[in-house]
């Protein structure tokens, strides 16, 4: 299991609608939020009127070229009453038959920009175009703007410390730890249940992090960390496991 992009702590919700945006007029249907590669909560929303504004793009440049793999994106959402958020879809195609991020925003008005943690590749052409929600419904679509990437190193993975693979905790709570990375601004995280496809995820600046989570006890979880520096995240550590005390 290798999380891809995980929910974080320090960073704004982002969630996917697994269903194609719909264009029309009111409708209600029940749609499952998940992250780009992980299922979470699913969302049950209701019936609005249609957006009628198309955002405008800001940043990446429409052509531009950028030094990094994890691409600012800044655009204008405009002051529509009803919108009440967001979806952001970038593609390898501009026809958006090779979605590779997509991102559901709980902002609907004024300039936004993300910066999300999937690391594209290198010296490819993507396309990204912004929709607005209005409830479940999605607005036309924004112009559709390109941008290449460029060519850089990434840090290699981690190696984990602490708990130790396979270990029985003794107690709770647990710190997971793992070694620093040379050149690494940062580390994601990511922690799981094992069977179990719920993701709790993190970003740190140091090399340990103190679950926040309630763990369930008597039952098994998976970790793993990978660094990333200005121009993207590198490859994600071994999986390593540690079971809870028993009640």
């Known amino acids: 299991m290798k999380p891809k992009a995980l929910l974080t702590h320090v960073a704004i919700l982002a969630l996917v609608l697994v269903s194609l945006p719909l264009v029309g007029g009111p ?4 749609v499952s939020a998940v992250s780009p590669h992980y299922s979470y909560l699913p969302a049950i929303l209701n019936s609005f009127t249609p957006c009628v504004g198309r955002p405008t793009l800001i940043a990446p440049l429409d052509g531009s070229t950028v030094d990094t793999l994890r691409p600012l994106y800044q655009w204008d959402n405009g002051q529509y009453a009803s919108a009440t958020g967001c979806t952001v879809q970038v593609a390898s195609d501009a026809a958006f038959q090779d979605v590779v991020v997509w991102y559901w925003f ?3 008005q004024g300039i936004y920009h993300t910066r999300p943690m999937d ?3 290198q010296r490819t052409t993507y396309f990204w175009r912004v929709a607005l929600m209005c409830g479940d419904a999605t607005g036309p679509w924004s112009d559709v703007w390109s941008f290449t990437t460029g060519e850089g190193t990434l840090p290699p993975a ?4 602490s708990p130790a693979n396979g ?3 003794a107690s709770l709570p647990v710190t997971l730890e793992w070694q620093a990375v040379q050149g690494a601004t940062l580390y994601e995280v990511g922690l799981w249940e094992q069977g179990n496809g719920q993701v709790y995820g993190a970003l740190r600046s140091e090399t340990s992090l103190a679950v926040p989570w309630q763990l369930d006890l008597d039952t098994t979880y998976e970790w793993q960390v ?3 520096n200005d ?12 079971t809870t005390p028993a009640p």
């Open 27 to 30: 409708i209600k249907r029940e």
């Open 106 to 108: 709980y902002v609907g």
């Open 119 to 121: 690391t594209l590749n």
């Open 158 to 161: 981690p190696s984990l410390i």
């Open 167 to 169: 270990a029985a905790l």
């Open 226 to 228: 990978r660094a990333g």
């Open 231 to 242: 121009f993207g995240f590198g490859p994600w550590s071994p999986t390593w496991r540690f």
